[in-house]
Every structure is written in structure tokens, then in C-alpha cells.
């Protein structure tokens, strides 16, 4: 390699550069140098790299991006140029553009909080939770505003200040707890309804009338009083929610007119009872089978029954009898001298007779066959009414031995009494079959 001390004198001598020497330098500079300096900084102007050398530059200086040295960022570059200060918070208002925000105590308090409950109870929430709305409590302050309004889907109980506001809230202040009609009232009919074991008040009316025959066993409705006008035959039971006078139940027949009220509490009361037209009024028939007696209930509508029909006994060389009741069958009279009887009886073209006093009514023989039904139609005059009642019988029997006879009885019930109920049955042993209808005449 040749040395630059070969540039300025002679080869292999020493001394001081020679004219030789120094011509050799500078043809040595001009010819050779270019090329080598090419890869040397200049410090006195710009000079224009290539890629492969900026690379190398930065890594001679131990600049190199992405490992020495931060790669160019937007983003730094906005946050180098933030102002801070103490408590403020650096977030960003676009992409790659930052800004500060005051961080204050408070807000400090609840950024080191792990979850939500944390900071519900950091915030003065931890009551909270996800009750659905309709289960939450309300306060003392909205249930008390609560209780000075109306639910109008259900039956309201005022004080009496409150009926009071209420009546001068819908301009009826003038209205008293005794209200005077000054003119004629009229409460509408409405549609018939039809009887059934609960008789379903209609909401056009307070009169209806009543169809059909079924057992009525309750009343719904919110018409009160309420009048009813039957056109069939309906029996009414005594219940907890029908009211009927004595505690019995009794029988509506066609036309009679019946007045209810209610009491609010499921209970309605017969209050007025307008039974219909005159003439006979047919009960249902009864029909048995191997029973002590047959039984005839609230009868006390009729001053006049008609009892028709036919019954067997069970046992043979038995009488039929009758009894009656003041207490519709809670107890039925049979003193020993409550009933007188005189009968005449014609069997196989022989009359005869026989009367007495018993503890109860004959109204056909004493020998009546268990073989054969025993047919009667039997009359009670003065039914209902404080007076003796009188008995016309006339019977078809066949006796004890097959002897088919007929006759006619007469009877009293000695005491002076109204009755409302009455009683078949035998001397001794059961009906075995009967079918027997009750006729009543009003009075």
C-alpha cells in the first residue's frame, strides 16, 4: 500500500519532501482520491446518500429505527407538544391528536375500582341492584301520595272527608249520605235472564225477569235492590249468600215477584215476597225408592193443597198416614190425640166404616197390600192458616189377601195452627216406591 509519506520523496530515502515528491501528490490526489472520497462526510455542505448508506450512518451512531431509536409517530409528536400540568389526563380527540383533561380527586377514587359493585359502593350505590321494577319498593313519600289517589279498577272505602271531596270533585257537593228525591225515580228492566244454580244479575237494570225452572242456589250481580218476576217454577235454597225468611228455602212460582237487597258481603236478602196470580200452582212431582217417607217443604204460599199420586209399602197390612209441620219439617206434630179420622170403605159390594183419634192422619185402610201400588187423591183445606185443617181423601187400594176395595176419608189436624210442610209414609217400614205431586192453591 502506498503510504502518503511515498507521495513526498523519493522511494526508500529520507528527508524532506522533494519537487518530485510533491508532484506525485497531486497527481496521486487528482487521479486516484475521487473515488475514495466518495464514502467520506463532508462537514461543509449537504450531501445525498443512498438508502444502504443512510442505513449504514445510523448504525455507525447507534441510531438505528425500530432498535436504538423511536420510529417517526403522529401520535408522539401531538403528545410531545402537550402543556402538562398537575392532575390533568392526556385523551385523545382524533386520530393520532391528543389533548389534556383535568383528572380530578374524585375521579381518581374510582378509576382503581375492579368492578362494578366496587364502584356503586364508591358512589354511594351499593343498595343497588337489578330488581325488576315491579318488585322494587317505592318510598314512604310516593306511597303516601299514592294513598290520596283512586284506583279505579277496584271497589274504593272512603272516610267521610274523602266521600265528601270526592262528591265536590265531580260537582255533586249538594249530595248527602240521605239523599231526597224530588221526583219520580224509574229503575229500568232489563233483559230476561235466564234461572240457574247462580242467577247472573244483568248491569242494564234493577228488574228482571226470571225464565226457566232451575234451582237457584246464589245471586251475582251489583244491582241492589234488585226485583225479580218469575215465569217458571224455581226453587231457592236457603244459603249462605240467599237470605230467606225463617232460614228456609222456598219456591217462586210463575208470576210471583221477589225483592232482594245485598249486603255487600255476598248475602242477599229477600226482603219483599208478591205472589202471582190465583189458582192451583203445581210442585215439582217427587219420586222415590225404598225411603222412610216423602217429604213436602214451603208450603205455607197455599191455603189449599191437593196431594195426588201413588205409593207402595214394604212391608205388608200396613196404613198410610200424613203428618203435618209448623216449622217446616224441623219437627212434625204427633201427639197422641192430634189427628181425628172418620173413613168409609167398600170392599166386594161391603161397606164399612171406622174413626178415631191417633197420633197421626190415616188416609187410606189399615191393611194395605205390599203386592200392589195404593193410588189416593187427598185435599188439606186450611193449610196456611191459623185454623183446624179439614182432609178429603178418596183412595184405590188392594188389602191384605188381594181384596181390591176403594173408600173415601175425612180428617182433621185438631189444632188450630198454620203449617208449612207435610209428611208421607206408612205405619211400620219404608216406601218402596212412590210418586206423589203437590198442588197448592194461594191464599
Not at 40 to 68: H, K, L
Not at 81 to 87: I, M, S, Y
Not at 197 to 202: C, E, I, P, R, V
Not at 361 to 380: E, H, I, K, Q, W
Amino acid at each position: 500500500m502506498t503510504k502518503f509519506s511515498d507521495f513526498i520523496r523519493a522511494p526508500g530515502t529520507a528527508g524532506p519532501p522533494t519537487k518530485d515528491g510533491i508532484y506525485n501528490l497531486g497527481f496521486a490526489l487528482r487521479s486516484e482520491w475521487p473515488g475514495v472520497l466518495t464514502n467520506y462526510v463532508r462537514v461543509d455542505a449537504a450531501q445525498s446518500f443512498t438508502a444502504p448508506q443512510q442505513a449504514q450512518g445510523r448504525a455507525n451512531i447507534g441510531a438505528v429505527i425500530g432498535t436504538d431509536v423511536q420510529a417517526f409517530s403522529p401520535s408522539l409528536t401531538s403528545l410531545a407538544g402537550l402543556t402538562t400540568a398537575a392532575d390533568r389526563l392526556p385523551y385523545t380527540t382524533a386520530s393520532n391528536t391528543w389533548a389534556v383533561t383535568t383528572l380530578t380527586a374524585f375521579a381518581r377514587t374510582i378509576l382503581d375500582d375492579t368492578n362494578a359493585a366496587a364502584v356503586r359502593t364508591t358512589i354511594g350505590l351499593g343498595n343497588v341492584d337489578n330488581t325488576s321494577d315491579v318488585n322494587k319498593p317505592i318510598s314512604t313519600a310516593t306511597q303516601a301520595a299514592l294513598n290520596t289517589r283512586v284506583d279505579t279498577a277496584a271497589a274504593q272505602s272512603f272516610t267521610a272527608p274523602q266521600q265528601a271531596q270526592g262528591r265536590a270533585n265531580i260537582g255533586a257537593a249538594a249530595l248527602s249520605s240521605t239523599n231526597t228525591f224530588t221526583a219520580a225515580q224509574n229503575w229500568g228492566r232489563g233483559a230476561p235472564i235466564a234461572a240457574a244454580s247462580t242467577l247472573t244479575l244483568g248491569a242494564d237494570g234493577n228488574s228482571f225477569v226470571v225464565t226457566g225452572s232451575a234451582t237457584i242456589n246464589a245471586i251475582s250481580g251489583s244491582a241492589s235492590p234488585v226485583t225479580l218476576v218469575f215465569t217458571g217454577t224455581c226453587p231457592i235454597t236457603q244459603s249462605a249468600g240467599i237470605s230467606l225468611p225463617g232460614g228456609k228455602s222456598m219456591i217462586a212460582f210463575p208470576g210471583d215477584t221477589l225483592v232482594f237487597v245485598s249486603n255487600n258481603a255476598g248475602e242477599w236478602r229477600l226482603v219483599s215476597y208478591q205472589p202471582g196470580a190465583g189458582g192451583w200452582v203445581t210442585l215439582p212431582t217427587q219420586s222415590v225408592s225404598n225411603v222412610p217417607d216423602m217429604q213436602f217443604f214451603d208450603l205455607s204460599y197455599f191455603l189449599q193443597l191437593r196431594v195426588s199420586g201413588s205409593i207402595r209399602p214394604v212391608t205388608d197390612a200396613v196404613r198410610p198416614i200424613l203428618q203435618t209441620s209448623v216449622n217446616n219439617g224441623s219437627t212434625w206434630e204427633g201427639g197422641a190425640s192430634d189427628y181425628s179420622y172418620q173413613v168409609i170403605i167398600g170392599t166386594g159390594g161391603v161397606l164399612a166404616g171406622a174413626s178415631g183419634v191417633e197420633a197421626s192422619m190415616r188416609f187410606g185402610p189399615a191393611d194395605l197390600s205390599n203386592a200392589a201400588d195404593f193410588g189416593f187423591t187427598m185435599t188439606l183445606h186450611n193449610f196456611n192458616v191459623a185454623r183446624t185443617m179439614v182432609a178429603e181423601t178418596v183412595w184405590t187400594a188392594t188389602r191384605t189377601g188381594g181384596n181390591f176395595s176403594g173408600g173415601t176419608l175425612h180428617g182433621l189436624r185438631n189444632a188450630a195452627t198454620a203449617r208449612n210442610a207435610i209428611r208421607l209414609a206408612f205405619s211400620s217400614g219404608n216406601i218402596l216406591v212412590g210418586a206423589v205431586t203437590v198442588e197448592g192453591m194461594r191464599g
